[in-house]
């Protein structure tokens, strides 16, 4: 049977057509695998666990919980637009919060799973970044402020976001090779699989003289 692997959907009450589409992956192909793996992003923003009651999140959250009722073990990386999930969020959707990178066995194959976007290290404004937010005073401090306030920033930093992705080079926001190499040796030359950048292809490495698959 097929483990299944999907990342940056951005789900949004703006986006009705990809939404459909995972409605529909969710009652069909997916309740018919024993794994679905989320590599982040599943949102467009998540602004905390208190934001489930939202209508749009509502629902994507009920439709996971009746996937996972179905018997498929659903289990969730934080991406860097949803990193907020916490414990609320994992009990409601019936899913299981994952670290990054995780490491499995996938059919005979040692594999790690990753988001991706510390693998982006060129990127080195929004290594900063990334180092500040996921920082747990950050999200102490952030998590305390009211829950329009956080949408208004969170808001915010998407447009900022948006302007700063039109002036960098686009290889800027991709992998780097060294990074990937690395993560590769440190794992003993598994198969990497990741999300974040929006380029669906597979690739080769050859690192230390062994053939790795990305």
Known sequence: MAVLFISDLHLSSSR??????????????????????????????????????DPFNAKVVAALAECA???????????????????????????????????LDLFGKKTVLTHGDALCTDDREYQAF????????????FLAQPLPERKRRIEALRARSEIEKKRKPAEIMDVN?????????????????????H??????HRVDGRVCER
């Open 16 to 53: 009705p057509g990809i939404n459909q589409v995972f409605f529909q992956f969710l009652r069909g192909r997916a309740v018919q695998a024993p794994d679905l793996y989320i590599l982040g992003d599943l949102f467009e923003y998540w602004a905390g666990d208190d934001d489930i009651g």
């Open 69 to 103: 009722r179905g018997g498929t073990r659903i289990l969730v990386m934080h991406g860097n637009r949803d990193f907020l999930f916490g414990p609320a969020f994992a009990q409601a959707s019936g899913a299981q919060l994952v670290g990054d990178p995780v490491v």
């Open 130 to 141: 990334r180092a500040e937010v996921r920082s747990e005073s950050w999200k102490r401090a």
């Open 177 to 197: 090779t060294g990074a990937v190499e690395s993560l590769l040796r440190a794992h003993d030359y598994p198969r990497l699989i990741h999300g974040h950048t």
């Open 199 to 204: 380029r669906p292809a597979r690739h080769e």
